[in-house]
Every structure is written in C-alpha cells, then in structure tokens.
C-alpha cells in the first residue's frame, strides 16, 4: 500500500433503516428523494455517500441533528452494517470482515470517543481507560502501566481512582478520549464529544484536543454540529444534509464557493475573512507581477486586514512557508472577501 | 401559561363501543330476570359440558415423573438442594450434619449483622439488623427463624442464578421472550398454593419442598428485572464496549451486566422478599420455621405468642428488604490516595474481629453461644392482656360489625352472586370487557371466565369473587380517603408512603394475626384481612397518582380561583385516575392471592379446595384450581391496564 492511499475510503454508502431495508434499495433507481424513501417506510440516515479520508487527516462532519452523522461514523467502524456500497478501511473491505476480523481491527487500529462519554459507571477512571487493553488479554501490569500513561496525557492525574459520577463533564470525556487512545489507535472517530459540555469548558477541550493531535497526528473523524468547531479543528468538512453529504471541501473552499444553496444558507452567517487565508486567493505567479516585501500566506485575511486597507498596491506577493513568494493576491479579491463583496 | 394547562381533563370518552356493551347488559340482566322459565344449562354449565382437565394435567404430569423419568431430574436436583440445607441447617442451627461445626453462637451473626447494616447504610440499618437478631435470640425465637434463614440463603442464591441465566435468554432472543412473557404473566398471578402441589408431587414434603417451592415461585421477578435492566443499558456504553473491542461474551460480563447492576439487584431485592413470603407459607407442605409455629399458634388462637412471631417475620422483612435496597442504590465511591489497606477493608475487618470475638466470648459464656427456653424473654403476657383488654373494650362494635356484614353484605352478596345465572355474569362480564376495550376485550374477559365455568368450579368461583369483590370495595372505601388526607402536604404522604411500602414488605400471612385476634376464626376475619392486605396499594397509588399531577395544573386551577375540594374533584383526582386504577388492580390481585391464603380459616371458595387438594396431593386439581384464580386476576389486570391507558391517552398523559 502506498503512503499516498486513503486510509478509509467510503464508496455509494447507503444506510436505510426499516424492515428488508436491503431488498428495497436494490428497487431504487436514480436519486430518490429523502420523503420518498420514507413514505415508502424507510428512514434514510446515510444516501450515496462516496469519500476518501487520508492519512493524518482531519474530516470534520457537519450537520444538523438527524442529518446522519452518527450513523455515518459508525458505518465506518461497522457499529452499524451498511445497506448498500462499501467501506475500505486500509484497503480492506469491512463489510466482508469476520467478527474476529473486526474484533481485532477494533481492538488494534480504532478508537472511538461518544457524545455521553459511554463510560461504564462500574469502573474507575484507571479500570475504564484500562478497559480495551484488557479486553486484548494483555497483563494486568501492562494495562495499569499504558492506562497510567493516558491518563497523564490526558490531565487526570491523581484521579485515577474515581468513579465516573464523581467526575464534571469535561473530565468524564477526557476518560473517554483517553480510553479510545489506549490502544494507540491510528484511526480516531469523535461523535460530538464536546456536544454535551458547557462552552467554556467546550473551548478549553478543543484546545486540549487540537494539542493531543498535534502530538499524536492521527487520521481523525470528527463529528460536531457547530461550526465555530468545525473551523477550528478541521482540515476538511463534509457538510451532510438528510443523509447525503452536499460537499466535502477545505473550510475555504466551502465558504468561498458553496456547492449547493443549502451549504451557502449554512456558511452565510460565517465571517469569511476569518476562514480564509492569503494562500487560498491568490493566483499563480504567472498571472500578474508584483513586488516589495511578501505577506505570509498562513495568515487569514481578516489578521491582514489593517495591513490590507492601508497598502496601496494592487498585487501583492504572497510568500509560502521559507519565505518563497509563491503566488500574486489582488488586493481587491482581499478587501472583498474581507467587506463582502458588492451584489 | 405553559401548554399543560390547555390540557385540563375534559371529560369526553367517548367510546364508541358503548351501544353494543349496553345491548350486551341488557342481555345479561333479561337471562338473571327470566332465570325461571330458561332451560337448566343456562343457570349452571350442564355436567356434560364440564372438561375434566385436572385429568388432563394429572395424566401428562404422571408421563413427566414416570415415564420421562423427570422425577430422576427432580429427585437429583432436589438430593443437592437438601445437601446445601444441610450444611446450611448445620451452621445457623446446629442441625446434626456435615459440617458439623455448627451451630454458630447467635452474638456472633448479630455482630456481623450491625457491621453489614453499617456498611450499607449507616447506624440506623445498623441497629435494626443488629437488634432484629438480638430480638429474636432474646424471644428465644433462634432455631425457628433460623430454620427459615436457612432455607432462604438456599434458596435465594438459587432463584437469583436462574432468573439471570432466563433473563439473558429472554434478552437474546424475541422468541424466548415472546414464549416466556404470557408464562411470567401466568406465573406471577397464581396463588401460592398453586405451586406447592406440584412440588409435593415430584418432591415430598419437608424443608427440602419448601425450598424448592420457594426457588420456583422466587424466580419470575429477577427474570423480568434482568431483562428490564439489560434492555436499558445505554445504546453508547455498549458501542463502546463493541469499539474497545470485547467478544459477545466479554460484552455481556463486563459491560451489559455491570451496567444493569440496580435493576438486577432490585430483583435480588424482589427475590428474597418472594422467598420470605413463600418460606413462610411453605409451612403448608411441613416447612418447619416460623411459619410453621405462626401457622399452630394462630390455630390455637395464642394471639401473645404469635404476635411475638408475627413481628420477627416482620422484622426480618424490613430488615431483608432495607439491605438489599441499600446494596442495590449504593453507588461506588473512591478512597483517597494512598488510604491504607485496614482503611479501605474497615468493615471486613471490623466484621472479622468481632465474629471472632464473640466466638471467643461465646466458649466462656454459654449465653452468647444460645439462649434457652427458658433463658428467653416473652412478652406474650403483656400482649395477650392488652388484646383481650381491647377485645373487651371494642366487643360490642365487633359484634355489631360481625352481625351487621354477615346478615347484611356478606349473605346477600354471595347469594345473589351465587344466584345468578352463569350466563348471566358471563354477558356481564363481556359488556364490562366492550366498554373499556371493544370487541378484544369482551373476548378476554370471556375467555378468562368461560374457562373456569368449563372447569366445573363455578360456585366456588363464585365465591371467591365475591369475597374479593366485597373487599375491595371495603378497602376502597377505606383506601382512598387515607390517601386523599396522606396526599395533602408533602411530609404526610412520604411518610404515608413509607409506612405503606414497609407494610407491602410483610408476608401475607402476618395479615392473619389481627384480624383473628379481633374477630376470631371466620368469613368476617377472611374479609377483614383481605382488607387490610388489599388497602394499602390503594393508599399508595392515591397518594402517588394525587402527588403526580403537575404543578401548572395545580396552580391554573388556583388562580381560576377553583377551591381546595374543587382543585380536588375536577383536577387532581381525574388526573390521578390512571394511577389509582394501578392500585386497584394490584389491590384485586392481593385480595385474590390473600382470600386463597385465609382458606385455612374457614371459607368455602376455592382456596379451601385448594387445600384439600395439597392435602391430597391432587396435582390436576390444584392448578385447575389455581388457574381459575390467576385468569380471574388476570382479567382484572387486562381491564384496568386497558382502562388505564385509554384514560391516560385521552388526558394527553401519554
Ligand atoms: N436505530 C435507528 N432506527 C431507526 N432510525 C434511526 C436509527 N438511528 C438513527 N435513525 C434515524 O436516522 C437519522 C440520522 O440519525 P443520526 O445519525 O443519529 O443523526 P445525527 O447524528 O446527525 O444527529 C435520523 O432521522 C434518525 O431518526
Ligand atoms: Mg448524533
């Protein structure tokens, strides 16, 4: 397999829940609508959806409740068996996995966090986190030893011996996160794992959790229903709407060129300029010259903005990491996206 | 104003089945009223109809025993039942078998009881665990109620296994559990009696019967308990059991059962209540214990002694059921860092170091080892004194109350009921079935009653509905004005509701004790414990269904400036009603399971048969018998369920 490969890659993955679910999709032809589906007593929670997520990548999944984002994610990890197309997880097709097989891919390459924590109130916070290496059949030893480890990673330390109830929100789901990152997994689902906490402490766990990727870079999948989070954290967002994803696309790209009415009604209350950076308007360096000293094209507009109303150049160079002037940006395409552009 | 007080109970059911149950009614009432000139087979089943199938259940229960040579099976099972007694008998009172050890000096389980009630709750269950057992080793009551402890810590382990494993299986499979519901629903209305003639039949009589009676009758309510629990395990914690990557088997040990830890010990709970109650009963089939010495004491009318006995049952109970509670809602809490070992196991160690010292104490002195006869307190004197002082004071009252229900209420009644055509109550019954619940419920309500005209049982049927009717209607009367006061400020009714669960705890059978002390042995104290027994889920659930009614509609009522009794009348108790028929329901069920208890009393229903056919060991007989009881319970309980539901749906509770 070469490093280039998508680590899961989702093909016409459908999820109808209802009786003979299965025998009624194979009936459906074209591109059926979520209220037919349904009045033909379906519930379609996941409708032809076809990604590629790569590695060390960070998918974001948005969407309003109902959307199917649950039920996508745990079509991944085949929580729940899929009604139609196939998931390749590292190549290989989990739809046609052995309980063994799947036991083992769970046990050795994913880890999952949930929205309520799903902690087992019976355990303490070592015993929870210690859980899945246990179930491995590893030795008691090796199991305290890695757990302790979590823990520290996390910021539990010294509470080792709790039980969930006697733990706030936040701490119950950093005994979540560090459960699903006992076994090292190189793959990560988060289904709205700050959804349930208050916003200050949701906002101090985005920072934990943006500071624990950047440690460990794994392939993540991240569900959440709040913008604001989702550009926080992603590399890429799918929009999904009544199961079907409307685009998938690099947070600029989607507030800069919804692909369906939906997503722009979605991104319409979003500042742009703080979404998108220098790098993403600028044109090739063959298009247009400019000159003087280049901007840095990380920064997001709306952090050029002072820099931008005041010079008085029409191009502007724009420099990628090192310093090399990699692109040309017309301050007008800048000031625009910054004031909005005259309709 | 919030959307609830748009939703004030009107009062508009408007069944549209009632032409037809009215028809159905007048039907009924033309059959009693030309009872004269109608043919024979419409007064009484003719013989000729009647289906013998007590010979039925007789013949396929003597091809089980003998000729599938399940008595084997029995027998086998039964040997290692009466090997655990044994060792049991022998540690708790002395019984001579291996171990031999036996039997452990009273001071010692009492102390180990204040520690465990102490671990569980705190001093108070402390003190009520530990003074029961002083209680009762001080009344010179220890074998009896060690007899009977005996066989409960048998017994109990037993029920709790065999529930989980059928709990599990119910939970795996939709069929099992399809096969299993309508068995439970059968199982948990018959009368307790009904169960020991069959293991007579296979078993014998004595302890290792009374056991194996109790494992049975104990099991139903941890089936249900483990299946609720399981299927209430939330959907993410086993996700994420499946995602930590457990095996089915690891799910179901380590996150499925853990998770359903209260609702299982709530049925460990239900469990030893039922084998209290039931071990008690057992005495029937020659269980000694303190069943037994209640069941001669009351006999011979020792009302002092059997008080005594009466309120060690009692006492066990309370103390059974608050420990068991206790286990179930203790939640799991952290020791700090670094607490030392002794810290940490303080009450193991403290239950260690005085089991052993009273071990000690009891070889220097023999009156912490055993109290004799002759050692014991009693306080029979007093109690007989003031029983008869008040029997002589309330005398006159009694007499008049005796005389006035038999020659007014219960004569009449049980004539006319016995009077009616059998027909007649059948069409009665099928109206009632068709305006609460259309043509299904008629149909049910046939079935159920049809069946036992098929049996052959009627009069006696008769009579047993009749003396539960008359009850419930005296426990009615009683019930709901208790608990309309106990509803009024919130102290009264949890203490109201306090007292009631803690009477729900006692066996059935201590009923019996005042109401022979007050009216001696007959139809009256068959009635008056009835009563007693089926008031108190009335008050419960009145209290419950008042205190239910949500505050909004409280206070609209209010500022429509509604006074107290018309806050009463045309809110809170329409409200309630869906919960108050829970109560009647339950409160029909006690009646029928205590009507067929008191049958040694003296009635001529269909307990009374019931105990000739254990003193017969009529195995045909006796289901039959105890069948007739279960579908008149449960016809009961399909009416006020539907009832209660379309109630519910038309006050927009649901
Ligand atoms: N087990 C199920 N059975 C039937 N319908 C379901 C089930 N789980 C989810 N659904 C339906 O599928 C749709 C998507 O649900 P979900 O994936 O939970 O959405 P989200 O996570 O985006 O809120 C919803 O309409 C929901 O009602
Ligand atoms: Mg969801």
């Known amino acids: 397999m070469s490093a280039s490969s998508p680590v899961i890659s989702c093909r016409n993955v459908w999820k109808l829940f209802g009786a003979n679910s299965k025998s009624y999709l194979k009936t459906l032809s074209g591109n059926p609508s979520f209220e037919e589906i349904r009045a033909a007593g379906h519930i379609a929670a996941v409708r032809d959806v076809s990604l590629d997520i790569a590695q060390g990548e960070m998918l974001v999944i948005m969407g309003l409740s109902g959307s199917g984002k649950s039920t996508f994610v745990r079509c991944l990890s085949r929580l729940i068996d899929i009604t139609g197309g196939e998931v390749r997880v590292e190549g290989q097709n989990i739809g046609q996995m052995s309980e063994k097989e799947l036991i083992n891919l769970r046990r050795n390459k994913m880890g999952m966090v949930f929205q309520s924590f799903g902690l087992l109130p019976h355990r303490t916070v070592l015993d929870n986190i210690a859980f899945p290496l246990e179930m491995r059949g590893q030795d008691k030893h090796a199991c305290r030893a890695r757990a302790l480890e979590v823990i520290e990673l996390v910021g539990l330390s010294g509470r080792e011996d709790y039980f969930p109830r006697e733990l706030s929100g936040g701490q119950q789901q950093r005994v979540g996160i560090a459960r699903s990152l006992a076994i090292e997994p190189d793959i990560w689902f988060l289904d709205e794992p700050f959804s349930a906490l208050d916003p200050l402490i949701r906002r101090e766990m985005q920072d934990e959790f943006l500071r624990l990727q950047a440690i460990l870079g794994k392939t993540i999948v991240f569900i959440t229903h709040d913008f604001d989070e989702a550009l926080r954290l992603a590399d890429r967002i799918a929009i999904m709407k009544d199961g079907v994803v409307e685009q998938c696309d690099t947070p600029a790209q989607i507030v800069l060129n919804p692909a369906t009415e939906y997503v722009a009604k979605f991104t319409a209350e979003i500042e742009k300029s703080r979404v998108v950076q220098a790098q993403v308007l600028a044109k090739p360096i063959t298009e247009a010259s400019a000159e003087g000293r280049p901007i840095d094209g990380s920064q997001t507009i709306h952090s050029l903005a002072r820099m931008l109303v005041n010079d008085t150049r029409d191009f502007l160079p724009v420099a990628a990491q090192g310093g090399v002037v990699s692109g040309i940006l017309n301050r007008q395409d800048a000031l625009d996206v910054l004031l909005g552009a005259d309709t | 104003m919030s959307e609830q007080t748009l939703q004030l109970p009107k009062h508009q059911p408007v069944w549209n089945h009632q032409r037809t149950a009215w028809s159905i009614l007048i039907f009924a009432i033309s059959i009693a009223l030309f009872k004269g000139v109608l043919p024979a087979g419409f007064v009484r089943l003719p013989d000729g109809l009647v289906i013998p199938f007590a010979d039925g259940i007789n013949a396929a229960f003597a091809f089980l025993r003998d000729d599938l040579g399940l008595i084997h099976v029995t027998r086998a099972f039964a040997d290692m039942v009466e090997w655990l007694l044994n060792v049991t008998g022998n540690l708790l009172y002395g019984k001579n078998r291996w171990p031999r050890i036996g039997p452990i000096p009273w001071t010692v389980i009492a ?82 009696f009904a169960y020991m003639i069959p293991v007579v039949v296979f078993i014998g009589v004595g302890p290792k019967a009374g056991a194996i009676v109790t494992i049975i009758f104990s099991v139903p309510p941890m089936i249900r308990m483990s299946l609720l629990g399981l299927r209430k395990v939330p959907e993410e914690v086993i996700e994420s059991g499946h995602m930590c990557g457990a095996t089915r088997w690891q799910l179901l040990r380590h996150v499925r059962i853990p998770t359903a830890r209260t609702e299982i010990l709530v049925g460990v709970n239900q469990v030893i209540m039922q084998c209290l109650a039931m071990v008690v009963l057992a005495s029937f089939i020659g269980m000694p214990g303190l069943g037994q010495k209640l069941l001669q004491l009351l006999q011979s009318l020792k009302i002092g002694r059997s008080a005594e006995i009466g309120i060690t049952i009692v006492l066990l109970a309370v103390v059974l059921d608050r420990c068991t509670k206790a286990w179930a809602t203790k939640q799991p809490a952290h020791f700090e860092k670094g607490t030392p070992y002794v810290v940490r196991n303080k009450f193991l160690l403290i239950g260690v170091v005085s089991a052993v010292l009273f071990l000690a104490l009891a070889q220097v002195f023999p009156i912490l080892d055993q109290i004799g006869r002759r050692q014991a307190f009693t306080i029979s004197k007093p109690i007989d004194a003031i029983a008869d002082w008040i029997i002589v004071l309330i005398d006159p009252i009694t007499q008049w109350l005796r005389w006035f229900l038999i020659t007014w209420v219960l004569i009449p009644i049980r ?16 109206a009632l079935g068709w305006a609460i619940g259309g043509l299904r419920s008629a149909a049910i309500c046939l079935a159920f009653f049809g069946l036992i005209a098929l049996s052959g049982w009627w009069d006696r049927a008769m009579i047993t509905v009749y003396t539960v009717m008359v009850s419930v209607v005296i426990a009615a009367c009683i019930g709901f004005p208790l608990g309309i006061w106990g509803s009024f400020t919130p102290r009264r009714s949890s203490a109201a509701l306090l007292i009631c669960d803690t009477l729900q705890t006692f066996p059935s059978f201590i009923y019996l004790i005042p109401v022979v002390m007050l009216f001696g042995v007959n139809d009256v104290a068959v009635v008056g414990a009835v009563v007693l027994f089926a008031a108190v889920p009335l008050v419960r659930y009145t209290i419950e269904g008042l205190r239910q009614v949500p505050e909004t509609l409280i206070e609209a009522a209010d500022m429509s400036g509604a006074t107290q009794m018309q806050t009463l009348w045309h809110v809170r108790l329409p409200m309630a009603l869906p919960t108050i028929m829970v109560g009647v329901n339950q409160s029909t069920m006690f009646s029928l399971f205590m009507v067929i208890i008191a049958a040694f009393i003296g009635t001529q229903d269909l307990g009374q048969e019931m105990q000739r056919a254990l003193s017969s060991t009529d195995v045909g007989k006796g289901l039959v018998l105890g069948l007739a009881v279960a579908f008149m319970g449960l016809m009961v309980d399909h009416l006020t369920t539907t009832w209660a539901h379309r109630k519910k749906q038309a006050l927009g509770l649901i």
């Open chain 2, 111 to 192: 102390s180990i009881g204040f520690v465990v009630g102490y671990a569980l709750q705190g001093w108070r269950l402390s003190l009520l665990t530990g003074g029961t057992f002083v209680w009762i080793a001080v009344m010179g009551q220890w074998k009896w109620a060690m007899e009977t402890l005996s066989v409960i810590v048998v017994a109990a382990p037993f029920s709790i296994l065999f529930g989980l494993v059928m709990g599990v299986l119910a939970w795996k499979s939709r069929r099992v559990e399809a096969v299993m519901n309508p068995v439970l629903n059968i199982a948990q209305s018959l009368p307790h």
């Open chain 2, 415 to 430: 004539d006319g009921v016995l009077w009616l055509p059998y027909i007649s109550v059948l069409a009665l019954l099928a």
